[in-house]
């Protein structure tokens, strides 16, 4: 960390100090509310939920590889998809992108440290205890009754399934508290990130010349203050039901089953949102750097994300056609549906339209992002398939539905993510990513995917309906299935090989720098890893790219934008 | 890379939101979603009790709380200015009066709802009615039991000399939320007692 390489201001004298034990380094990173350091817990933590994650789809298809499979039994499959959709998306991609937008806004915006930073701190511990009381039902959700252990209700936990009656034991309630837990967690970072954009911005860094980073997580965290709530009220009303005798989803008397779904996806479809637009930010970031090319059409960007996100709080009953609405609910919703594929398609016309012309460089962080690229417009086009109602009322609830939502899922999110990871681990830890390994994960992994995601497509035509545990041989899936199944191996591979070049690199890696890309935003004008303080002189930016204008004073970029 | 620092420093001052209020408002916006949706559901959940007792049998306008509740918006936007102005005498009665005003509003739900339980046999597990109405009514009443806390270690802290016009910030953040609070009354009150009756 010499003072000189750095582009903004030095470091006053490094000071040496002894090398700590290890009580005292868990005992620093338990207390800490550094930003960077909570975001790298976040990342980790969700790596490791990941792997649960994982191991859990597998089993899954480990059963579903053949028919009438006897691997684990009815039982166990249900709790495990249950397990597999909530550990994915609560404690895997939440975390994780929280983890990005946590260590990246602040540098990105030239500020020591968020908002809020014991707000921070809090935040990580509440979304941790969730994730762990999640997994303590397994210890734990056989209560008094020896009945359930383990949520098995599905990650939607549709009513009546979730009642006493039908729910016995606590397993349903380990689900409902640890996801009320991680809710609040998510509000105070949801709130924090919004203060921390609009009232942290280093001087000359006005909403307009924010990265599209800082932008696209202002509009997640915006999104999820209207979102994560009606979720919380929704899981409160199901403990008044469960715990005091409430009425509320209880048709027996006069409750609704039918308004939990709309709750639930009130929050539901826009959290498919709050997920992708952080992958958006990673996209928007990485494809003008390895493309030599600023941003095309910043403003367009910005706005479009912005009617996204206003627009995709108005979809959500999309997911319930086949529950038999009104003509005029359906036709609603449908419209709301399409109409939110046209924002999103011009952010592609956006990145095709930055690498249009551009010197691209096709290094590992690039290469992800354009399999997401392709792999989106894909998982769009199927879900504006399924966005019609009648198209919908004859694949709802099919394993069409589960290979469209899994293409943006990990067609989409995962292959941005990994794709962040390889842009900013040099950041994090100072060390490269090995090119070699990273090769082999990408190419393993697209090709799993593609094996895995692609032919799940053709049982849902087939009929296959989402989570059974088993089904008959001679219907024409078995062939689809097995096909899937192994795909999955190729995809486990990768990522045990991307884990292990994670903590090679970071043993042995080569050294980073602090700008290997030779990139525009604050965060490469500082060493690798970051001081404490981030920077030592709070830094002034008169454009988007303010580390351009440092290296060429001849041509800066405030002189036209 | 050696690069001279050529970026000339910004014009004019640099002057940003204060972070304290951005942050409650945008929890504001959170709590309003939690509201809207319970207020949903009590507004769905109308006259859809499969028994008795329904809201024109047992409820009564609660106007004296009411106006006490309203009124403490008032007497914590006077407190707030007297402490800018470092009036700390008047500080302490008008934040006493919030507190005191709030107190009288919790108060008389639990009448209320002692009424409602003892007298009329309505509990949370009794109809549609009873659970819509405890769980709105009690969502809104912890809200007010949270900021009578923050506002009664104020309070403390202000009778023990340790609050002076430095902490006006913090104190103008907690007036949003207790405006808020006094808000989503305005709301239930004309769900619950005006249009449910
Ligand atoms: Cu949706």
Known sequence: ????????????????????????????WLVTVDHKKLGIMYIVYALVFLVVGGVEATILRIQLAIPHAHFVSPQVFNRMFTMHGTTMIFFVAMPVLFGFANYLVPLMIGARDMAFPRLNAFSFWLTAFGGLLL?????????LYGAGSTPDVGWWAYAPLTSVAFSRGHSTDYWTISLLVSGFGTIGTAVNIVATVLSMRCPGMTLGKMPLLVWLNLVMSGMLLFTITPLTAAQLMLMIDRY???????????????????????????????????????????????SRKPIFGYPIMVAATVCIGFVS????????????????ENAFFVLTTLAVGVPTGIKIFNWLGTMWGGKIRYELPMMWCLGFLFQFLIAGLTGIMLGAAPFDWQLGNSYFVVAHFHYVIVGGILFALFGAFYYWFPKITGKMLDKKLGHWHFWLFLFGFHMTFDFMHIPGLLGMPRRIYTYEAGRGWAIWNLIVTIGVFFQAVAVLMFVFNMIHSYFRGRVAGNDPWDAWTLEWATSSPPPEYNFAVIPEVKSRRPLWDLKHPEDPDWKYE | MTLPQTMPAAPEAWTLPSKGRVAMFSFIVAETSIFTIFVVAYLFYLG????????????????????????????????VHYLRQAKYAAFKLAWFLTFALGAIFLIGTGIEWNKLITVDGLTISTNLFGTTYYSLVGLHASHVTGGLIALGIVLALALAGKVNEKHEHHLDVLSLYWHFVDAVWVVVFTVVYVIGR
């Open chain 1, 135 to 143: 997994y303590f039902s397994f210890l734990g959700g056989d209560g």
């Open chain 2, 48 to 79: 859809k009790s499969l028994s008795g007792p329904t809201p024109r049998q047992v409820l009564e306008v609660p106007i004296f709380s009411t106006i006490c509740l309203l009124s403490s918006s008032i007497t914590i936007h006077l407190a």
């Open chain 1, 313 to 328: 709080l108005s979809v959500w009953a999309h997911h319930m056609y086949t529950i038999g609405m009104t003509s005029y």
């Open chain 1, 244 to 290: 005091m005798g409430g009425h509320f989803f209880d048709t027996q008397a006069g409750g609704s089953a039918a308004i939990w779904m709309h709750f639930f996806w009130i929050f539901g479809h826009p959290e498919v949102y709050v997920l992708i637009i952080p992958c958006f930010a990673f996209v928007s970031e990485i494809v003008p750097v390895f």
């Open chain 1, 1 to 28: 960390m010499s003072s000189e390489s750095l582009p903004i201001s030095g470091l006053a004298g490094l000071e040496t100090k002894p090398r700590p034990t290890w009580i005292e380094v868990l005992h620093e």
